[in-house]
């Protein structure tokens, strides 16, 4: 079973800049998709950014411009830049991987990591 381990989150003040990383146990080069998710208090969990093994990237649209979703497999960690951050950023951030063994799609959760965005 893969394990995956957010860090990085912290408060910071609107306008901000903060670098989320998400270090895997397996090899992320062999991941079928990896992205990141959040989940705000009384809100549902929503995709924030995603990427696929061949680097195609999708981004919610409240995100695109501000945030950038990136890999490095040497180190077997992704990344998830963020930058302009508003208030309405604030949430408990996830990160996700999906991958095939053996019988079928695998997926995983790290346990999260709070951004707080406020002045």
């Known amino acids: 079973q893969v394990q995956l381990v957010e860090s990085g989150g912290g408060l910071v003040q609107p306008g901000g800049s903060l670098r989320l990383s998400c270090a895997a146990s397996g090899s992320i080069s062999s991941f079928n998709a990896m992205g990141w998710y959040r989940q705000a208090p009384g809100k549902e969990r929503e995709l924030v950014a995603r990427?696929?093994?061949?680097?195609?990237?999708n981004y919610a649209d409240s995100v695109k411009g501000r945030f950038t979703i990136s890999r490095d497999n040497a180190k077997n960690t992704m990344y998830l830049q963020m930058n302009s951050l508003k208030p309405e950023d604030t949430a408990v951030y996830y990160c996700n991987a999906v991958y095939y063994r053996y019988t079928g799609y695998r997926n995983s959760w790290g346990q999260g990591t709070q951004v707080t965005v406020s002045s």
């Open positions: 990427m696929t093994s061949g680097d195609s990237t």
